[in-house]
């Protein structure tokens, strides 16, 4: 379980790295990083848009990943407790993610219909 919670750790704060860059204006399209949808790839205005508007909501998600990956290292539970921690830590992260997701993907539409008037 250690090489699990090192990888949530990780992980997660990969994922607050990304989520705060989007945030601030400093996440440029690119291949790798970032939320693709139709709406968020039609322009560049769009994926700025999108990124800062789902940016906090990414960034809490991977705090939420990476303390329970730091719990898990510091606690040391048994397996199953340590099963619960790391599925209710990367259930919640992800949600959280998935819905600055969603706020991003509503942001790039309404720049994207903006442009089309």
């Given at each position: 379980m250690t090489i699990a919670a090192v990888l949530m750790a990780i992980g997660g704060s990969l994922v607050v790295a990304a989520?705060?860059?989007?945030?601030?204006g400093m996440l440029s399209p690119n291949a790798w990083v970032g939320i693709r949808t139709p709406a968020t790839t039609a322009s560049n205005e769009a994926w700025y848009a999108a990124h800062e508007a789902a940016g906090r909501w990414i960034s809490i998600?991977?705090?939420i990943i990476a303390i329970g990956g730091i719990i898990l290292l510091l606690w040391?539970?048994?397996d199953a407790d340590a099963a619960r921690i790391?599925?209710?830590a990367a259930g919640l992260g992800g949600a959280a993610?998935?819905?600055g997701g969603f706020l991003g993907h509503q942001a790039a539409i309404a720049v994207t219909d903006s442009?089309?008037?």
């Open positions: 989520g705060r860059a989007g945030e601030r998600g991977g705090w040391r539970p048994d790391a599925l209710l993610a998935l819905y442009d089309e008037v």
